[in-house]
């Protein structure tokens, strides 16, 4: 008997969950379900909540516009090719994008790339001229802000780049900046990362603790990089003569300066006295003194980079598109990658640039809205990867701490701008540091010159 009140009883729910389904179009019970499956997301059954997919479509998209170009080519103007190269799902995205667009509003476009060397000169010129060399074209900043920009020869483009999945925000906002307007964009969302690599396989055979995990600690800085230098200048064989070394660079200003998040400039004025200015500074004259790096053989600016490739030295500070190069130096070694260690004014890793670069429109050019309007929605994809760079950095490294590393200190991109001021001595302020003068007397001999150089291109009388 207590069977078939239990059939009669599973025969009635199915009737009302029936029912439930039937009157779905109410929303109240499709809102509970929905609720209650929500509530148990966090057992997986349920990968995405609504307002996770509506975050998703908060990105702004500029509304659709309806032009003729009449048949115009918009020239692109680099010191590479930057033709659309269909490697992968996302730039087979973008060429398809481009196609329509060319369809729709009826245009050509042609890549031209300029020698680097020549680059520069080429380009300013036919700025000057009024005659620009192309319509979107690639400008450096050390020769753009603000000398181009106070001359009125570019657009200001922030209002028109508010699509984070088709702009980089950090470039127009924040990096290529002068007086709060944007005056240069980017697709590319990942930054120039710079760090520490370091020989794995030297590291094992040196006993030595894994540098890994001074960073798992938390307890990457200057003084712990100092020691893990020093641990690894040592004679092996017992010859007398140093024959393994911790350090590949000699001169580590750059490196010094944005790990403690300063610089030597700061907009139209120079910082040399400025506090964490003043820590890297004695920290690049410390390792100098206290002749931590292995020893200079007479070698040109190559030669760090070499020293490391022989294998026999443990870490080389250097930029992560230089890595492929190693790997293929160093096919018999494990190379990892570590953040450039914390100075005391810093509370996370960081990566520079010295030589920002960033695509820019020319003030000759009519209509920059709808030249962006057009690279927006040929960028505007639907990504297959993770997260930007995935696929460069998954063809680099093995291990995913080194990966995690790069995502860490990409974000935190610090832009020098010492290379803005064609007077500035910085080689000069460099050899000087490197060779063991004291920072105060470096400081006071550069300070002066320092704001000279930076008056000539200001303006500042």
């Known amino acids: 008997m207590r069977f078939f009140k239990t059939m009669l009883y599973m025969l009635v729910l199915v009737l009302l969950l029936i029912a439930c389904s039937d009157n779905a179009a109410d929303g109240d019970v499709e809102r509970d379900v929905i609720n209650d499956a929500e509530d148990t997301s966090e057992n997986g059954d349920i990968e995405e909540t609504d307002d ?3 975050q998703e479509d908060e990105v702004y998209r500029t509304p659709e516009m309806d032009f003729d170009l009449g048949g115009q080519t918009i020239k692109v103007v680099s010191w590479w090719d930057m033709t659309i190269d269909t490697d992968n799902p996302d730039n087979i995205q973008r060429q398809e994008n481009l196609e329509e667009l060319m369809d729709k509003h009826n245009f050509e476009i042609e890549y031209i790339a300029i020698d680097y060397e020549e680059y520069q000169e080429r380009v300013t010129a036919s700025l000057l001229a009024g005659e620009p060399i192309g319509d979107i074209v690639r400008l450096g900043k050390t020769y753009t802000i603000p000398a181009l920009v106070q001359q009125d020869l570019l657009w200001p483009i922030d209002e028109y780049t508010q699509n984070s999945n088709a702009f980089n925000q950090l470039m127009t906002n924040e990096l290529y900046t002068y007086e ?11 930054n120039l990362v710079q ?3 370091y020989n794995r396989t030297l590291m094992n055979e040196l006993g030595m603790k894994p540098l890994q995990e001074y960073v798992d600690e938390d307890n990457w800085n200057w003084d712990t990089f100092i ?3 020093k641990e690894a200048n040592k004679d092996t064989n017992n010859d007398g003569s140093v024959d393994t070394w911790g350090l590949a660079n000699a001169g580590l200003l750059v490196h010094a300066l944005y790990s403690n998040n300063t610089g030597l400039t700061d907009g139209n004025q120079e910082i040399l006295e400025d506090p964490a200015t003043l820590e890297a500074l004695n920290f690049t004259s410390q390792l100098a003194t206290e002749q931590v790096p292995r020893p200079s053989e007479g070698g040109d600016w190559t030669e760090p980079g070499q020293f490391f490739r022989q294998g026999n030295t443990l870490m080389y500070a250097g930029a992560l598109h230089e890595l492929s190069g190693i790997q293929a130096d160093m096919a018999d070694y494990d190379i990892g990658f570590v953040p450039f260690p914390k100075g005391p004014s810093a509370d996370t890793y960081h990566s520079a640039e010295a030589l920002l670069q960033a695509l820019t429109i020319p003030k000759a050019v009519e209509n920059p809205e709808q030249l962006l309007y ?5 960028n505007d ?6 997260y ?13 701490e080194d990966i995690e590393n790069v995502l860490m200190v990409a974000p935190n991109l610090i832009v020098l701008d010492h290379h803005t001021f064609p007077n500035l001595e ?3 302020f460099e050899g000087e540091l490197n060779e063991g003068t004291s920072v105060s007397t470096v400081v006071e001999t550069y300070k002066s010159s320092f704001q000279a150089a930076i008056d000539e291109v200001y303006g500042t009388e």
């Open 381 to 386: 994809i639907d990504s297959i990867y993770d």
């Open 52 to 54: 996770e997919a509506s």
């Open 180 to 190: 709060g307007r944007g005056y240069g964009f980017t697709e590319d969302q990942t």
């Open 388 to 400: 930007p760079g995935q696929a460069s950095y998954e063809s680099l490294f093995v291990n995913e």
């Open 426 to 428: 910085y080689y000069e």
């Open 227 to 229: 020691d893990v230098a």
């Open 374 to 378: 057009i690279w927006e929605k040929i």
């Open 195 to 197: 760090g520490i690599f």
